[in-house]
T-cell receptor, first 112, second 112 residues
Framework: GAVVSQHPSWVICKSGTSVKIECRSL??????MFWYRQFPKQSLMLMAT?????????EQGVEKDKFLINHASLTLSTLTVTSAHPEDSSFYIC????????FGSGTRLTVV | GQQLNQSPQSMFIQEGEDVSMNCTSS?????WLWYKQDPGEGPVLLIALYKAGELTSNGRLTAQFGITRKDSFLNISASIPSDVGIYFC????????????FGTGTQLKVEL
């Protein structure tokens, strides 16, 4: 079946630094991947749609300069949280579509 | 944005009991998906529904696509401790491309 791998599973960083999260489709090619953010006890909120070979499309209210998305190949999309602040601490989840929507295992980001 | 409302928000049941939860929307959906999320993990697909009135089972789980296309229901029979988690409904909003909208979630706790 379709497998999506996300790395790292957790990361702690200092305020002001940048953090990169990787999302890979292991056994299929994904021209489109999706990035979600989930705060404690809340639902998944779509941040952006990552398109291979072109710019990502961001949901309303999501700062594209803060959350940089790169989809350089058919199996890899990266989300970089730039100049991280404590309020960026959250659970970030990626997803790719093949027949259905498969999700990565998530990345817990803590900014201190 | 569009929100799918799930009910109940949380439930605490005894092992062996049956569980029912629902998801409603003000908009029509053509696909309903039910996911389960364990703590610190990404959502995992349980059941997918593609046609109004459709009733689909996956082991002890049964889900139905409402006739109005604005709601869906998930039932779990004879609950066991590993059923603990958060259950989300989701669907691609018609006219919204392939982007998934998630429900508010139902947290299930099972008492031994």
């Amino acid at each position: 079946g379709a497998v999506v791998s996300q790395h790292p599973s957790w990361v702690i960083c200092k305020s002001g630094t940048s953090v990169k999260i990787e999302c890979r489709s292991l056994d299929f090619q994904a021209t489109t991947m999706f990035w979600y953010r989930q705060f404690p006890k809340q639902s998944l909120m779509l941040m952006a749609t990552s398109n291979e070979g072109s710019k990502a499309t961001y949901e309303q209210g999501v700062e594209k300069d803060k959350f940089l998305i790169n989809h350089a190949s058919l199996t890899l999309s990266t989300l970089t949280v730039t100049s991280a602040h404590p309020e960026d601490s959250s659970f970030y989840i990626c997803s790719a579509r093949r027949d259905g929507y498969t999700f990565g295992s998530g990345t817990r980001l803590t900014v201190v | 944005g569009q929100q799918l409302n799930q009910s109940p928000q949380s439930m605490f049941i005894q092992e062996g009991e049956d569980v029912s939860m629902n998801c409603t929307s003000s908009s029509i959906f053509n696909t309903w998906l039910w996911y389960k999320q364990d703590p610190g993990e990404g959502p995992v697909l349980l059941i997918a529904l593609y046609k109004a009135g459709e009733l689909t089972s996956n082991g002890r789980l049964t889900a139905q696509f409402g006739i109005t296309r604005k709601d869906s229901f998930l039932n779990i029979s004879a609950s066991i401790p590993s059923d603990v988690g958060i259950y989300f409904c989701a669907g691609p909003l018609p006219g919204g491309g392939n982007k998934l909208t998630f429900g508010t979630g139902t947290q299930l706790k099972v008492e031994l």
